[in-house]
């Protein structure tokens, strides 16, 4: 019989190699992580053998659940018939059928699929097609890009560039001459007094006036998370993501919508962009969900008329001389067309919708916590701030406090992501109304023992 406790040790010593993201590197291996060792279904299970409902789905992305034969299957069919083949010379039957499959469900003309690894590469990609597009167009000047306080975007130096949580970015070099940032739309933080409406037509109007002070002529792209996942799932104003589309669209600015995370079914729909905000946007990242996080796979959504407009204007032989020897890696596809069979054949998407409010209702009855000063849910994603004292706040303290819910939520079975002084969580889309009750019953635990602690 294995010793769980000595393997975890072992663990832990190996895992001081690993340098994790976001690792403070003077504390290498100081604080040890939770060993995973196994998962199924919304469950994941800690080398001590304990089992967790996963609430985060791995890192927003687990959407269809763990341990799912089918995709397992296409992967290691896949592998066995075409491991791989070069996407600059070759095509693949399962690549090509991928990008088929999603063009025809991407709203609008959004018919052109530019595979990448992930999310950050997918967001660099787009970001740089609207470069490109603009010194096809003659506009060399036209590259500035608008952004958001606590949007996140990505770890490459241009997506991180983009990211606006200003607490990640200090120590870390940043492009900042062409990039810009709008106050953040958290409707928690508005003035009192201050109406929904006009609080998002003030963030709307704050749009218009940065492209009219940055010109016009200059700014090439804004670009938004339908809601902000990592910024603490801040879900904005009624509205306020199509009247910025409307305020871009004026300006002939593009409009980029970073659907990492609200894809694949996070809101009930497969992209949330035109299904639940009513937007039409120039290009669309996704990722995460795409494949359900069994492979890495991202994708960019690239509008038929942004490429006839560079067809239009005469650039022959120009490429978009940008790719990745993984681009449309036929495992990844093969998980992806998998996971897509998965969301038709259960309805995931209906289930999501109707499981939805009974999420939210079950959250918020978490209300009268006292250290929960905001709860914000759409889909089956939610946010949970927590201030201990709001009248002097300090947020190294609440992030502490977070940290410590999260702790005693593991303790009782529920993994949960602390963002900042926000408790995040995005289970596996399949969830169902008795598993929510077990989340949410763990998670009063948690507050309740983190409160007394
Ligand atoms: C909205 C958004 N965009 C981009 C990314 C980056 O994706 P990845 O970590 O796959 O590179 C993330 C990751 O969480 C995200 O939430």
């Known amino acids: 019989m294995t010793d769980s406790s000595s393997d ?29 060792t196994d998962s199924e279904d919304i ?12 609430g985060p789905g791995g890192m927003w992305c687990v959407n269809v659940g763990h341990g799912r034969e089918e995709i397992i299957e296409a992967c ?26 999603l063009a025809a469900l991407a709203p609008g003309d959004l018919n052109n699929v530019f595979f990448t690894t992930g999310g950050s590469t997918a967001v660099d990609s787009a970001l740089r097609f609207a470069f490109f597009y603009n010194n096809c167009l003659g506009r060399p000047e036209k590259k500035h890009i608008i952004s958001r306080v606590n949007a996140y975007h990505g770890s490459t130096y241009l997506t991180a560039s983009c990211s606006g949580k200003m607490r990640e970015k200090a120590e870390m070099d940043m492009i900042e001459d062409h990039i810009h940032f709008l106050s953040c739309p958290k409707p928690k933080d508005r003035p009192a007094g201050q109406s929904l409406e006009a609080f998002r037509d003030e963030k709307v109007a704050e749009l218009e006036a940065m492209i009219l002070s ?4 200059k700014v090439a792209a804004f670009i938004a998370e339908p809601v902000m996942a990592s910024g603490g799932v801040i879900v904005q104003p009624e509205g306020y993501l199509a009247a910025c ?21 996070r809101l009930g729909h497969y992209f949330a962009s035109e299904s639940v905000f009513g937007v039409q946007p120039d290009m669309l990242t996704t990722a995460k969900g795409l494949t359900s996080g069994y492979q890495p796979l991202g994708a960019l959504f690239i ?4 490429i006839a407009e560079i067809t239009a204007a005469t650039n022959e032989g120009k490429g978009f001389t940008s790719g990745f020897t993984y681009s449309g890696h036929p495992v990844a596809c093969a998980a992806a067309m998998a996971n897509l069979d998965i969301f038709e054949r259960d309805g995931l998407l ?12 079950a959250l918020r009855s978490l209300s009268d916590i006292p250290v929960i000063s905001d709860i914000r849910v759409m889909g089956l994603m939610a946010g949970i701030e927590c201030e201990l004292d709001p009248a002097n706040p300090d947020e190294d303290r609440d992030m502490a406090f977070a940290a410590r819910v999260d ?3 593991q303790r009782h079975g529920l993994l949960l992501r602390p963002v900042y002084n926000a408790c995040v969580m995005s289970p596996p889309l399949i969830i169902t109304e008795t598993q929510i009750d077990d989340m949410v019953r763990i998670l009063r635990r948690g507050f309740e023992e983190a409160l007394a602690a």
């Open 303 to 306: 509008s038929d008329r942004l």
């Open 245 to 265: 589309a409307e305020v871009c669209a004026r300006h002939d600015v593009l409009f980029i919508a970073d659907e990492v995370v609200t894809s694949f079914g």
């Open 76 to 101: 290691a069919a896949q592998m066995r018939r075409l491991s791989y083949f070069s996407p600059w010379s070759m095509a693949s039957d399962v690549a090509a059928n991928l990008a088929r499959r």
């Open 214 to 217: 940055v010109g016009p002529e």
């Open 8 to 36: 975890t040790k072992d663990i832990h010593r190996a895992d001081r190699h690993f340098l994790h993201p976001w690792e403070d590197v003077t504390a290498i291996g100081e604080t040890p992580r939770t060993v995973l």
């Open 43 to 54: 469950y994941v299970t800690d080398s001590d053998g304990k089992r967790m409902i996963d």
């Open 407 to 409: 702790a005693a939520c």
């Open 350 to 361: 209906e289930h999501v919708r109707r499981i939805a409010p009974y999420f939210e209702r």
